[in-house]
């Protein structure tokens, strides 16, 4: 399944979003975003005049893991015209069951857990 059919992702678009930051323990991840929320997005607002989307703020966590294992790790940071800093973006999530997979500038991670939030600042 593809995270856009996942219920609280359904209306965000994780390809332009930006990774800001990932902290990890032994039983969670938490990936700092601003994300891109689409027009069906119940927080939507028209895009600031010099952006494309509308952005927010917020996380994306994965609670109770019973494993994270990284295929590849990179925290390399890339900074825009603004000056603005981040890790790149989420450019493939999908879900089998309790498996969890991501990947982006940043790595590829396969998280399992049943436990995930999306949360808004």
């Not at 601003?34 to 607002?45: A, D, I, N, Q, R």
């Not at 069951?97 to 436990?115: K, Q």
Request: hydrophobic share 30%.
């Amino acid at each position: 399944m593809n995270y856009y059919d996942i219920p609280d992702l359904e209306n965000i678009y994780l390809e332009d979003s930006f990774v800001l930051g990932i902290k990890e323990s032994a039983d969670n991840i938490v990936f700092a975003m601003e994300f891109v929320l689409t027009e069906k997005h119940p927080e939507y607002s028209l895009p600031q005049k010099d952006e494309q989307y509308c952005y927010r703020k917020g996380s994306l966590s994965f609670n109770r893991c019973r494993k994270i294992t990284w295929h590849n790790k990179s925290f390399e940071q890339f900074v825009d015209k603004n000056g603005e800093v981040d890790m790149g973006n989420i450019d493939s999530f999908t879900k089998n069951n309790s498996a969890n997979v991501l990947e982006g500038d940043w790595g590829e991670i396969e998280i399992l857990s049943d436990d995930y939030s999306v949360e808004l600042d």
